[in-house]
């Protein structure tokens, strides 16, 4: 990682004692982390200061479900000193719900994943998208990191004018040095950016790629490989069948200049992710004139264009995802074809710069918005989750958090209850009650 791009870099100490904004940016666990979401709150935080802002982290812990709901209060508390706004990222709203009511300061979430998050089962889904929701009615705006995020807030009512489309930004740094040899003596190089989760698509990639010739292409896995660990045995026991053990090369968790140099190194990109909101790899990829092959899904139609940029088969059909690297590997003409749409592409896609600006832009306008409206918004106007009891209306915000909590205990409870861990609600009660 960049010192750049570390969750505790600042600029210059005189920048932050000027910085005219101040925000808490609050997520779950390290900020440190290898993701895409990650990685865009630590490059909002290092460009802070050129926008006359400041944004310090505060982590919920990153503890099991649903246990961070407890120390979240106090985050919560903590975030809201000496700042002027919290920045709650999409991964914490379900913990932030029973408390974000209490918030001296504004809330403005920011999306990279719909309510209920992505990869869970369907209970933990329900529960989850009701807690979500309940966390974003306290909200003063939103600034979501994809287009499919805006259309997911606007169906559930949301104003437009709490809306921010913000996606990140994509362009890849030229490094110094040679081009790698990632061919290692085959046709074609085919890079895979992605963390070993099951949306991510790892699998059904392996058992494409396995269909073409041994001579045709090395497959390159660049990502974390212990966040999901049964979901990592598949993959390490489909790359060590004979038939691919000699031509997948797994490089785990990289330097993004590292994966710079990667992109720069590839002839082809291969992603096979159902749910990304953005896509940031898909989109560097692009950036670096790459052409990429990935399902028709998430946002890579947004991105690309089959035919012009990437072939995108149907999601989930294997024939279909063997086929098309077939063809992107074993002609050449194909490949050069797509390889100059994704440049001719790559200058319409966002800089870091212009996210930047965007953001700090978004943060201002939903800020700048007059206290009285943004707390009728809070209280009637979104849909997410409204209040329209007379009587929560005539006692104010404490019954509000009072039913809000009750709320939260019963869907915990039903939650876990499909569950046979009495420890865990036990210790889940425990935490709710102990932080109120």
Not at 125 to 131: F, K
Not at 149 to 165: A, C, M, W
Request: include cysteine.
């Amino acid at each position: 990682m960049r010192a750049s791009e570390s969750a505790t870099s600042t600029r210059s100490p005189e920048a932050k004692r000027q910085a005219a904004l101040r925000l808490s940016l609050v997520t779950l666990g390290d900020p440190n982390r290898q993701t895409g979401g990650y990685r865009y709150h630590r490059m909002m935080a290092w460009a802070a200061s050129t926008y006359g802002a400041e944004i310090r982290f505060r982590s919920i812990p990153d503890i099991p479900w649903p246990l961070p709901m407890g120390p979240a209060a106090r985050t919560l508390r903590a975030a809201a000193v000496r700042s002027d706004a919290i920045v709650l990222d999409s991964l914490v709203a379900a913990f932030a719900a029973p408390w974000i009511v209490r918030s001296s300061v504004p809330v403005i979430a920011v999306l990279h994943q719909a309510p209920g998050g992505v990869g869970h089962g369907r209970s933990r889904s329900i529960v989850q998208g009701a807690l979500d929701r309940s966390a974003y009615r306290h909200a003063s705006g939103f600034i979501a990191a994809g287009q499919g995020l805006v259309d997911t807030l606007q169906r559930s009512g949301v104003p437009d004018e709490r809306i921010r489309f913000v996606p990140p930004g994509c362009d890849v740094p030229f490094g110094g040095g040679p081009s790698l040899d990632l061919r290692r003596g085959r046709d074609v190089a085919v890079l895979c950016v992605a963390n070993w989760t099951p949306n991510k698509g790892i699998v059904e990639l392996l058992k494409a790629f396995a269909s073409l010739p041994d001579s045709a292409a090395t497959l390159w896995l660049v990502g974390a490989t212990d966040v999901d660990r049964r979901y990592a045995e598949r993959v390490r026991r489909r790359v060590a069948a004979p038939d691919l053990s000699r031509r997948v090369v797994i490089r785990g968790a990289l330097p993004f200049e590292e994966v710079a140099r990667m992109y720069r190194s590839a002839d082809v990109f291969a992603l096979c992710s159902l749910v990304d909101a953005y896509g940031t790899a898909w989109a560097e990829a692009i950036a670096a004139g790459l052409p990429v092959v990935g399902w028709r899904t998430a946002n890579l139609p947004r991105l690309a264009e089959h035919g012009r940029e990437a072939l995108m088969p149907e999601p989930g059909d294997l024939r279909g995802l063997a086929s098309a690297l077939h063809a992107v590997t074993g002609d050449a003409g194909l490949r050069a074809r797509l390889a100059a749409g994704a440049r001719r592409r790559a200058g319409t896609l966002p800089t870091w710069r212009r996210s930047e600006e965007l953001f700090f832009e978004a943060v201002r306008e939903l800020l700048g918005r007059p206290a009285a409206e943004r707390e009728r918004d809070n209280r009637g106007r979104s849909v997410v989750h409204r209040v329209d009891d007379p009587a929560l209306r005539a006692n104010g915000l404490d019954v509000v958090h009072e039913t809000m909590k009750r709320a939260t205990s019963v869907l915990v409870g039903i939650m876990l209850s499909a569950v046979p861990n009495a420890t865990a609600f036990a210790s889940a009660t425990s935490i709710l009650h102990a932080s109120s």
